[in-house]
């Protein structure tokens, strides 16, 4: 069974750093692109970044191009989202998604004073 | 690439059917179909119901189907159900992946 279990949401002030990571389960990691999907309070989905398989190419909403960057763990099985220089509009529930077809449950990031 | 979806809201008898669109700002024609809709049930993550813009994925009941081509593609429900309440969103991932706007189902 696929299992994708994020964690390090959380509260910051705005300009700090926050570090999610997500770890996977049940397939075999490295055949796969790994993307961080987000969704703020009452709005709807946006892709944030994506990696793929060996961690070579890795692109960007243009809203966090320059502060957010995602990596890979093949060793670990495990994605990370560095998030620094955050701002209010950040504040989502932010998903581990495998390719498009597996979602985890989401880490909360709350941005504020 | 920008996603437009409509309706933005849709209200439906249960057992009736519904059908929801999805409009892409560019072709997506010749790169394999790479759009897909998800569903995302209340205080749940999304889910994964179409992919491919008609196939269904593991799981998901006969009663969605997905079609279309070029820059417009369609969600059908044959006969909703108390289930299928929430917002559905319909995607592209031939480029970096964009979503539309969603479409909130809910039961009359």
Not at chain 1, 46 to 55: L, T
Not at chain 2, 5 to 27: E, F, I, Y
Not at chain 2, 75 to 89: N, W
Request: proline residues 4%.
């Amino acid at each position: 069974e696929v299992q994708l279990v994020e964690s390090g949401g959380g509260l910051v002030q705005p300009g700090g750093s926050l570090r999610l990571s997500c770890a996977a389960s049940g397939f075999t990691f490295n055949d796969f692109w790994m993307n961080w999907v987000r969704q703020a309070p009452g709005r709807g989905l946006e892709w944030v970044a994506n990696i793929n398989q060996d961690g070579s190419e890795s692109y960007y909403v243009d809203s966090v191009k320059g502060r957010f960057t995602i990596s890979r763990d093949n060793s670990k099985n495990s994605v990370s989202l560095q998030m620094n220089s955050l701002r209010v509009e950040d504040t989502a529930v932010y998903y581990c998604v495998r390719h498009i077809d597996h979602w985890g449950q989401g880490t909360r990031v709350t941005v504020s004073s | 690439i920008v996603m437009t979806q409509t309706p933005l809201s849709l209200s439906v008898t249960a057992g009736q059917p519904a059908s929801m669109s999805c409009k892409s700002s560019q072709s997506l024609l010749h790169n394999s179909g790479k759009t897909a809709w998800l569903l995302q049930k209340p205080g749940q993550p999304p889910q994964l119901l179409i992919y491919e813009i008609s196939n269904r994925f593991s799981g998901v009941p006969e009663r969605f189907s997905g079609s279309g081509s070029g820059t417009n593609f369609t969600l059908q429900i044959s006969r909703v159900e108390a289930a299928d309440v929430g917002v559905y969103y319909c995607m592209q991932h031939i480029e970096f992946p964009t979503l539309g706007q969603g479409t909130n189902l809910e039961i009359k």
